[in-house]
């Protein structure tokens, strides 16, 4: 059983990702940036994600969802989805991605699409 890690998708808040890192340092978040992947579809990124096992955030409510659906009923592998609207509190946020990390197993959000604030 492993520790969920985290895909930061190309617009979510950067303050949503720095205030996680600065509560927990060891949570292993990456910037799809930091891969090469910020100018890429979002298939790609889930795509990228399931061979990582990261779990990807974004604030992609409109477009995400469905390459992730495809996935799931495709049967192909997938780490899991959170989405966060724009409106979102950051602070509620980051509540809840040091409270996945802390609480659950990345096995458990494998094939899963959530809703961000819990």
């Not at 990456?30 to 955030?57: F, M, Q, S, T, W």
Request: glycine share 4%; aromatic share 6%; with cysteine.
């Amino acid at each position: 059983m492993s520790r969920p890690e985290f895909l930061a998708d190309h617009d979510l808040n950067e303050h949503i990702v720095d205030g996680v890192l600065r509560r927990e340092p060891s949570i292993r978040v990456i910037r799809v940036r930091e891969v090469g992947l910020d100018k890429r579809p979002d298939h790609e990124i889930l795509e990228y994600a399931a061979g990582e096992e990261l779990i990807v955030v974004s604030h992609d409510v409109n477009t995400m969802p469905a390459p992730a659906f495809t996935r799931v009923e495709d049967a192909l592998p997938m780490a899991g989805l959170l989405m966060v609207h724009q409106s979102d509190p950051v602070g509620r946020i980051i509540d809840d991605l040091v409270l996945i990390w802390s609480a659950t197993t990345a096995e458990e959000w494998r094939h899963q699409v959530c809703f961000l604030p819990l």
